[in-house]
């Protein structure tokens, strides 16, 4: 079993959709909870990050975590194109080896105009 | 934030040659890192690379196959040595910066490397 599972998609929504993009993970030593997003042709870049359990919003996008269940998902409200990209989790410990980010597969996003 | 670039941006290489991929940043960093981004797989981390030693290599990686150079605090290269087509891949150089908080690399926009 992989330590972070991500379904890679791909997702195809409209403009406008509330998008879903979850990661569950195994390793009950994470603590920070990262999501990237890469375009085409571009490295990841973060759009935001999670200490321990609970909600963090920034503008249209909320991530979600629930350590309970090892369960951690990215909300896009109002959609739009420009957010087509791949989505990517990342997920770390606090110290020694736990530190090393560990990654999903990145989930590929389109919204259509 | 950092600015990273890396060299040379895609290359079509045959197999049994070597390429070295070389990652430049705007400002000086303490750790690097080298990562393979290959479809239908997870980010991996090849190695950090270390100013002044040698870089450490993460489990499935060797010296020999991915040998690094890190001669300053801006610059470092990645060498892909006697390549086979199992090594076709986006790889990609990413810092952490003075100030950033562990979770927030930057990455390069990574160089695709096909072997035939």
């Known amino acids: 079993q992989k330590e972070v599972e991500q379904d890679p998609g791909p997702l195809s929504v409209p403009e406008g959709a509330i998008v879903s993009l979850n990661c569950t993970y195994s390793n009950s030593a994470f603590q920070y909870f990262m999501w990237y997003r890469q375009y085409s042709r571009k490295g990841p870049e973060l759009l935001m990050y999670?200490?321990s359990s609970g909600n963090k919003e920034d503008g249209r996008f909320t991530a979600q975590v629930d350590k309970s269940s090892k369960y951690i998902s990215l909300f896009i409200r109002d959609s739009q194109p420009s957010d087509s990209a791949t989505y990517l989790c990342a997920m770390r410990g606090n110290a020694g080896n736990n530190r090393k980010l560990i990654w999903g597969l990145g989930t590929s996003l389109a919204v259509n105009p | 934030s950092a600015v990273i670039s890396q060299k040379p941006s895609r290359d079509i290489c045959q197999r049994g040659t070597s390429l070295t991929i070389q990652c430049q940043v705007d400002s000086q960093v303490t750790m690097m890192f080298w990562y393979r981004q290959q479809p239908g797989q997870s980010l991996t981390l090849i190695a950090t690379a270390n100013q002044g030693s040698e870089a450490t290599y993460e489990s499935g990686f060797v010296i020999d196959k991915f040998p690094i150079s890190r001669p300053n605090l801006t610059f470092s290269t990645l060498t892909v040595s006697n390549m086979s087509p199992e090594d076709s891949s986006i790889y990609l150089c990413?810092?952490?910066?003075?100030?950033?908080?562990?979770?927030?690399?930057?990455f390069g926009p990574g160089t695709r490397l096909t072997v035939l």
């Open positions: 999670t200490y």
């Open positions: 990413s810092v952490y910066t003075a100030g950033s908080s562990y979770n927030e690399q930057f």
